[in-house]
């Protein structure tokens, strides 16, 4: 059992909490039997290293299992030790080290993709995860992330995918200009989640939203730029019909997608 938590190794595991760790050793932190589990049973190629307490791998015993199937051996640690390795409060009895794996966004759009999220310059870690895990939901193809996006494998984000992130393709690093343009060749539109758009509800009847549809979600606070949103096709917005005086990013982008879910599987 590892019971140092200030040895090399617990160490060399924490400081993947941090975005130049990451970059240098290209692998990312992994918390949590939920995670855990869906990387076993849907990536477990890319697992490194298991970590857990004794209590924990005897509570979730199919994740112990899953471990073994997939040939990932597990190495017990103290709870000192999973706390030191950890980026929560209260860690689960779980951490993983997995290599990062994000895909080229010219394979996404090759595949020939009927819905996708595109998120520019959002910079909450829970919003991304959550879109991520919304857009898993929904059905999505994929999610591609712009350079000016919170990192991908950033333990927040990580953790707010709930899995989700092992399930669909996403790509990081793009520029809106070659999202349009690859989109537009994949002969997808591009509508914009804008506060000044098209009322959503009014679109609904019109057909738009059973076509292959890219849609663009802007930062948190400032939205899409007019410079953004020349890479649209079109702005539409989620109506507030209560007092509240915005919506959060991830609700809405949460709706956009579903919407269109729902259209493109009633075409179907």
């Not at 076993?40 to 004794?54: D, G, I, K, M, R």
């Not at 290599?99 to 959002?122: G, M, R, S």
């Not at 910079?123 to 959550?130: C, E, W």
């Amino acid at each position: 059992m590892l019971d140092n938590p200030r040895s090399p190794r617990v160490r060399a595991v924490a400081k993947l909490a941090k975005k130049g760790a990451r970059s240098e050793t290209g692998l990312f932190l992994l918390e949590g039997p939920q995670a855990v589990a869906e990387a076993l049973a849907f990536s477990p190629q890319l697992v490194v290293e298991l970590y857990a307490t004794p209590t924990a791998l005897e509570r979730y015993t199919d994740i112990a299992q899953t471990a073994v199937d997939a040939g990932v051996d597990v190495e017990f640690v103290s709870e000192q030790v999973l706390e030191a390795m950890s980026d929560t409060v209260t860690p689960q009895g779980f951490i993983a080290v997995c290599h990062q794996f994000p895909t080229a966004i010219k394979d996404i759009f090759a595949a020939k993709p009927k819905l996708i999220a595109i998120l520019e310059e959002v910079r909450d870690p829970g919003n991304a995860g959550t879109i991520i895990r919304a857009a898993d939901a929904a059905g999505a193809d994929a999610v591609i992330l712009t350079g000016r996006s919170v990192d991908l494998y950033n333990p927040k984000v990580v953790r707010s995918t709930t899995g989700s992130l092992f399930h669909l393709p996403v790509a990081v690093e793009a520029t809106l200009a070659d999202v349009r343009r690859r989109a537009l060749e994949a002969g997808m539109q591009v509508l914009a989640a804008d506060i000044k758009g098209d009322n959503l509800l009014e679109i609904r009847s019109t057909g738009l939203l059973e076509a292959p549809t890219a849609w663009l979600f802007g930062n948190e606070a400032r939205g899409l730029t007019d410079d953004d949103l020349k890479f649209a096709d079109r702005s539409i917005s989620v109506p507030i019909y209560g007092k509240a005086e915005s919506m959060n990013l991830a609700t809405a982008a949460s709706v956009c997608l579903y919407e269109s879910a729902f259209a493109q599987h009633e075409a179907r």
